[in-house]
T-cell receptor, first 116, second 115 residues
Framework: AQKITQTQPGMFVQEKEAVTLDCTYDTSDPSYGLFWYKQPSSGEMIFLIYQGSYDQQNATEGRYSLNFQKARKSANLVISASQLGDSAMYFCAMREGGSGTYKYIFGTGTRLKVLA | DVKVTQSSRYLVKRTGEKVFLECVQDMDHENMFWYRQDPGLGLRLIYFSYDVKMKEKGDIPEGYSVSREKKERFSLILESASTNQTSMYLC??????????????FGPGTRLTVL
């Protein structure tokens, strides 16, 4: 079964508008971490934001915020004030378990295109 | 500046060849990972290592092996390359879980084509 689901293969957004990229996850482990990465056309993977399962508040990093809804098992990425440079592939990932666990599971990604 | 480097950006090999992909990190990270990335499939974990000489199979280890003789270096080996191993290969490293959010740092990737 898919542990990380990104249902939007592609998205368009107008420059300066906000956009939400969806991510749902499946785990029975009470301790887990959720990550978002950006992959521009150059191919490098860039870490954007992290949310721990016990974190009380939604994570924010500049224009990025993570809308964490634990009961729904969703971890959507919100990008505010989109810029042309935000055009890229975005991956949601989960690390299950606490100390001693090293596996990260990635979704299939969402390709975002920002329009001028 | 943290850095993960991979030996080649592009590689073309023939079916049956033995292929070595090298990854080096300068962050003194314990954990290192090899993924392959294919369109529509995201990143899939091949192998990972949490210490020198330690290795664990990921989700798709068949046809691959790894070597970690030094902390900073993690090698992926295709014993006998096949056309279905044509892919983008990404190396990553991270601190242990107790070290904060343990984000992964990725190398630039190696695009391997097997003819």
């Amino acid at each position: 079964a898919q542990k990380i689901t990104q249902t939007q293969p592609g998205m368009f957004v107008q420059e300066k508008e906000a956009v939400t990229l969806d991510c749902t996850y499946d785990t029975s482990d009470p301790s887990y971490g959720l990550f978002w990465y950006k992959q521009p056309s150059s191919g490098e993977m860039i870490f954007l934001i992290y949310q721990g399962s016990y974190d009380q508040q939604n994570a924010t990093e500049g224009r990025y915020s993570l809308n964490f809804q634990k009961a729904r098992k969703s971890a959507n990425l919100v990008i505010s004030a989109s810029q042309l440079g935000d055009s890229a592939m975005y991956f949601c990932a989960m690390r299950e378990g606490g100390s001693g666990t090293y596996k990260y599971i990635f979704g299939t990604g969402t390709r975002l295109k920002v329009l001028a | 500046d943290v850095k993960v480097t991979q030996s080649s950006r592009y590689l073309v090999k023939r079916t049956g060849e033995k292929v070595f992909l090298e990854c080096v990190q300068d962050m003194d990270h314990e954990n290192m990972f090899w993924y392959r990335q294919d369109p529509g499939l995201g990143l899939r974990l091949i192998y990972f290592s949490y210490d020198v000489k330690m290795k664990e199979k990921g989700d798709i280890p068949e046809g691959y092996s790894v070597s970690r003789e030094k902390k900073e270096r993690f090698s992926l080996i295709l014993e006998s390359a096949s056309t279905n191993q044509t892919s983008m290969y990404l190396c990553a490293s991270s601190l242990p879980i107790g070290g904060g959010n343990s984000e992964q740092f990725f190398g630039p990737g190696t695009r391997l084509t097997v003819l």
